[in-house]
């Protein structure tokens, strides 16, 4: 064996020793062992080429290479054309949804092809040509937005392979488990599924449109029309006016809003609705968790109460508050989930739920999730798979879930001969070949 040979080697070996021992050695000091020297150890096996992992979603994309244990680049999914306008994500991510589509197809695969170009040349300033390619998609991703991607991987970019890893898998890799009760909660919609020995169970999924980061920033600009004020310069304070909401808007004031909001247990959400509830003149005195705050904006402030901070997520457990949306709430959704699965690996879901998803990141929100969940089964006669509700969760990385399947599909990616097998390279796209979807399965059974 070569001393390059050997050094490598010896390497990887420290790497995979402080992944499987906790005694003498911190959680920190593994996560900057395994984001740089694997890393590196990777690079020197492929001669530079690592694969890329890329994640998009509806609001944010997450970039890097595999074998880092955080995204170098965390982005909005939007850029700017040549001429400045921008490119949002509606339109990058157009083809998701053909019947949403008011321009061609070939208009929306344009715009995903300036995207892409954005995210090689501008943001990792790294030549796509000859370097493999992993996208962590929805298990719902539509086969023409796959397909889009494909071509203008190959096609333009020149590529040397691509695969597609569902993100209810991808996220499980992280946490070296085979069965968990994944919950995303995306911006654009929430899709609950149980994973069973490495398999997405389709049959038992559900999914919410009501609960997402959309509809939480619908709450916040609710909450504050209602409840906020602007205080002019010689201290006087007036409602939000319509042409406020423009300044509020630039400021990204509502995302603000949303990531520093919190999820109050069971009992302060009961006495936030009964002071909502109450007259102006008769609201009844709460402990808050958060302060009022000031936020400046051209010479006037925003004043925030905290009645916005605490009560904008009883949107995930109140059915009341989302119009005229059939969807159950998220407790209801979890266990009705977990109700259609096998009687044998219902206390074992509950043991190992997994949330991702920019909203999950709310504190308290596990807490108050597990509290709905206890009550919730007690009503629906479950209590006995509630006795040991559990969440995965990895302390040591601010923000984890935000980016967990990212991680899970990095990992995955330092596998280079497993990913070798699972990829489309580039001489079978030519070939004619296009990427799997799980539906190819079923048709070959059904055939």
């Known amino acids: 064996m070569s001393s390059t040979s050997a050094a490598l080697q010896s390497k990887l ?48 994309t997450k970039l890097g290479c595999a074998g880092e244990i955080t995204p170098r680049h965390i982005i909005r999914t939007e850029c700017r054309d040549l001429d400045g306008s ?33 995210i090689f040349f501008n943001v990792l300033a790294i030549m796509p040509s000859q370097r493999p390619v992993i996208f962590v998609e929805s298990v719902f991703m539509s086969t023409e937005l796959r397909n889009a991607i494909t071509k203008i991987v190959f096609e333009t970019l020149r590529c040397r392979s691509v695969m597609f890893i569902p993100s209810h898998v ?27 020995e490495g398999v997405t169970m389709l049959n038992e999924f559900e999914s919410a449109r009501s609960m997402c ?9 609710y909450l504050l029309q209602k409840y906020a004020k602007i205080e002019a310069k010689d201290g006087n304070r007036r409602p939000i006016e319509i042409e406020d909401w423009q300044e509020i808007e630039e400021m990204k004031l509502v995302e603000t809003i949303e990531i520093h909001s919190v999820c109050c247990t069971m009992e302060k ?6 002071w909502e509830e109450a007259e102006a003149d008769k609201k009844p005195e709460i402990e808050t968790i958060t302060k009022e705050k000031c936020v400046l904006a051209r010479g006037k402030n925003i004043v925030i109460p905290p009645v916005v901070f605490e ?28 109700q259609k699965c096998p009687i044998d ?8 739920i997994l949330l991702i998803g920019g909203v999950s990141i709310v504190p308290g929100f596990k807490a108050r999730l597990k509290e709905e969940l206890e009550v919730t089964a007690a009503k629906m006669s479950m209590s006995k798979s509630c006795e040991d509700i559990k969440f995965y969760q990895f302390k040591d990385i601010k923000n984890f879930p935000l980016f967990n399947a990212w991680i899970g599909a ?38």
């Not at 959400?269 to 009964?274: G, M, P, T, V």
């Open 345 to 352: 690996i219902r206390k074992n879901l509950l043991r190992n």
């Open 86 to 118: 921008l490119i949002t994500s509606s339109d990058i991510m157009a083809m998701n949804n053909q019947k949403t589509m008011k321009k061609s197809v070939e208009y929306y695969t344009n715009q995903l092809l300036k995207f892409f170009r954005h």
């Open 269 to 274: 959400a009961k006495q936030w609705k009964e």
């Open 170 to 196: 991808a996220c499980t890799f992280a946490f070296n488990t085979q069965n968990a009760l994944v919950v995303d909660i995306g911006h654009s919609e929430c899709i609950a599924m149980p994973v069973v």
């Open 311 to 338: 009560t904008s997520m009883e949107l995930m457990f109140d059915e009341t508050l989302r119009g005229e949306s059939f969807d159950r709430n998220l407790p209801e959704i979890l266990l009705k989930i977990v």
């Open 410 to 447: 990095s990992l995955f990616g330092s596998l280079r001969d497993t990913v070798e097998r699972r990829s489309l390279t580039l001489e079978e796209y030519e070939e004619g070949k296009l990427p799997a979807d799980w539906t190819d399965i079923i048709v070959n059974i059904s055939s």
């Open 213 to 221: 980061g959309e509809q939480l920033e619908k709450r916040v600009r």
């Open 13 to 60: 070996d420290s790497i995979l020793a402080a992944r499987r021992s906790s005694s003498g050695v911190s959680p920190s000091s593994i996560l900057s062992v395994s984001s740089t020297a694997l890393s590196e150890a990777i690079s020197s096996i492929d001669n530079g080429k690592n694969a890329v992992v890329i994640e998009i979603g509806a609001k944010l």
